[in-house]
């Protein structure tokens, strides 16, 4: 997925791994009361453990230089600030904008020296819509909307042999593209100490941009809560996110997509009548990718949540 210099090797890498907890249950589901509340996430994990499969591969057994790309490690620090204003009952919208702040390094086929990147900066922006519908036995909504090219995707590496040379569409701050967000969610209270919730949302790019077409990918939540009378709230999530190849010329097809599960426990903490706050520490259970791929061994997520 790297598009280096005419003349010097292509460096290929592979897609940036997100974060697929949701965070809309680490604040006791979807707000019904009309106003605007707003929340802030950092997420913390580093990808260092090479895959291959479902397989985790050792890298020191490659010999240099070598006919393919071998990645050595991608740092993540994001922030996320999520802006929602509930309508009513049944309706709001919500803007969620993302800075992030990462750090790559790679070996390219050919080379013997590692190459490096540093980008920070503000990500593709999702505006939202939700429509809910709030019952004794549970909430049921709907989520649509789109993810705005709002995210630079023109950096090169910084140091080593590929300075110079644009860097994997993969790893930039953006994609480019413009995509259409579409989810279902549903927020139950079967007893009276227990609460539970499942989620899906799909992720669809609508058009290539410079030779280059994102993944489609789909998101899986499901998760149970102890409701009960102290003021920290014990919680356990699964979520599973599957993405399909990247696709045009500016992509690595081969080394892209995959299925990733991970075992999400966490505690929110009510502050006050009007913010609370959540952490959670998320651990892969099923990794599979295609090709070569870097695998966080573990994400750490904390947010605050305030009504204004």
């Known amino acids: 997925m790297f598009a280096v210099a005419a003349g010097a090797s292509a460096a290929l890498g592979c897609s940036v791994c997100g974060c697929s907890l949701s965070s809309d249950w680490a604040a006791q589901g979807y707000t019904t009361t009309p106003g605007l509340d707003a929340s802030v996430r950092f997420e913390y994990f580093a990808q260092s453990d090479l895959r291959s499969g479902t397989n985790g591969v050792n890298r020191t057994a490659y010999a240099f230089p070598n006919d393919q790309e071998i990645q050595q490690r991608t740092l993540n620090r994001n922030t996320w600030l999520d802006l929602n204003y509930v309508v009513d009952s049944s309706w709001a919208i919500s803007a969620l904008v993302p800075w992030h702040d990462r750090f790559h390094t790679t070996v390219v086929a050919g080379d013997t020296d590692i190459s490096t990147s ?56 953006g994609t480019g593209t413009t995509d259409v967000i579409a989810g ?114 573990w994400l750490l997520s904390v947010g605050l949540r305030w009504r204004l």
Request: no cysteine; hydrophobic share 35%.
């Open 118 to 173: 540093r980008a920070s900066g503000v990500g593709d922006v999702r505006l939202l819509a939700r429509w809910q519908d709030v019952k004794p036995s549970g909430s049921f909504g709907l989520q649509f909307g789109l993810k705005l090219p709002t995210g630079r995707f023109d950096q090169n590496f910084s140091a080593g042999p590929q300075a110079g040379g644009p860097l994997d569409r993969g790893l930039q701050l």
């Open 184 to 297: 279902v969610s549903w927020f139950a209270r079967p007893a009276t100490e227990l609460g539970t919730f499942a989620q899906a949302t799909l992720q669809q790019p609508l058009t290539a941009r410079a030779d280059f077409l994102p993944s489609t990918s789909l998101t899986l939540s499901g998760g149970v809560r102890w409701l009960n009378t102290s003021r920290f709230t014990p919680q356990l999530q699964l979520n599973l996110k599957t993405e399909g190849r990247e696709h045009g010329a500016e992509a690595d097809t081969p080394n892209s997509g995959g299925t990733l599960a991970y075992l999400s426990p966490g505690v929110t903490a009510e502050i006050s009548t009007t913010s609370n706050a959540f952490v959670f520490v998320q651990l892969p259970v099923y990794q599979r990718v295609n090709g070569l791929q870097l695998e966080p061994k």
